[in-house]
T-cell receptor, first 118, second 113 residues
Framework: AQKITQTQPGMFVQEKEAVTLDCTYD???????LFWYKQPSSGEMIFLIYQGSYDEQNATEGRYSLNFQKARKSANLVISASQLGDSAMYFC???????????????FGAGTRLAVHP | ETGVTQSPTHLIKTRGQQVTLRCSSQ?????VSWYQQALGQGPQFIFQ???????GRGNFPPRFSGLQFPNYSSELNVNALELDDSALYLC????????????FGQGTRLTVV
């Protein structure tokens, strides 16, 4: 069964420094997608970055990059130049791989709470 | 701003009651999914609707049901509420391309007392 593991319940980082949030996944599918979402205290899930299983390059979106190591089944999020507004919960998620019929769900990890200190 | 809105934002219900949560998706997003997020956990998939039909369901009992309407709105209904149903309920919508992200609403925080 597909599973996402985030082993860091909480992390803290100094403003302007970089931080890596860990994510490992388990799947027997050959085709899958990996996502990172940010959830501030308001509750909304904010999409950050996406990596497809067949993408050869690591995904980047502004200050966010995804360190994708397929053989190790890891998809760590790197946030460069942390800002105070980055303080939030961060969730790694995997798209269940089947495409037929338009059905695909997201499987989420337990999340990592990031605190950015001034 | 994701273009996905949920109502109400907060709700308190009594055990045994029924509740309806609503979601308005972006125009053109014909897939909507609902998730339950208990306190301190990641969201859990409840079900998905595609073109007004349920086409996928997670490990939730039949008292969790839904509807999707042609105007890109949808509902999550929960009957016979239990204390463990207290959670943040999130809806997410996307278009046809499964390689794109799902856009989430801000959620409805349900408290069952």
């Amino acid at each position: 069964a597909q599973k996402i593991t985030q082993t860091q319940p909480g992390m803290f980082v100094q403003e302007k420094e970089a931080v890596t949030l860990d994510c490992t996944y388990d799947t027997s599918d050959q085709s899958y997608g990996l996502f990172w979402y940010k959830q501030p205290s308001s509750g909304e899930m904010i999409f950050l970055i996406y990596q497809g299983s067949y993408d050869e390059q690591n995904a980047t979106e502004g200050r966010y990059s995804l360190n994708f190591q397929k053989a190790r089944k890891s998809a760590n999020l790197v946030i460069s130049a942390s800002q105070l507004g980055d303080s939030a919960m961060y969730f790694c998620a995997m798209r269940d791989g089947l495409f037929s019929g338009g059905y695909n769900k997201l499987i989420f990890g337990a999340g990592t709470r990031l605190a950015v200190h001034p | 701003e994701t273009g996905v809105t949920q109502s109400p934002t907060h709700l308190i219900k009594t055990r045994g009651q029924q509740v309806t949560l609503r979601c308005s998706s972006q125009s053109g997003h014909n897939t909507v999914s609902w998730y339950q997020q208990a306190l301190g956990q990641g969201p859990q998939f409840i079900f998905q609707y595609y073109r007004e039909e349920e086409n996928g369901r997670g490990n939730f009992p039949p008292r969790f049901s839904g509807l999707q309407f042609p105007n890109y709105s949808s509902e999550l209904n929960v009957n016979a509420l239990e204390l463990d149903d207290s959670a943040l309920y999130l809806c997410a919508s996307r278009g046809e391309d499964m390689n794109t992200e799902a856009f989430f609403g801000q959620g409805t925080r349900l408290t069952v007392v």
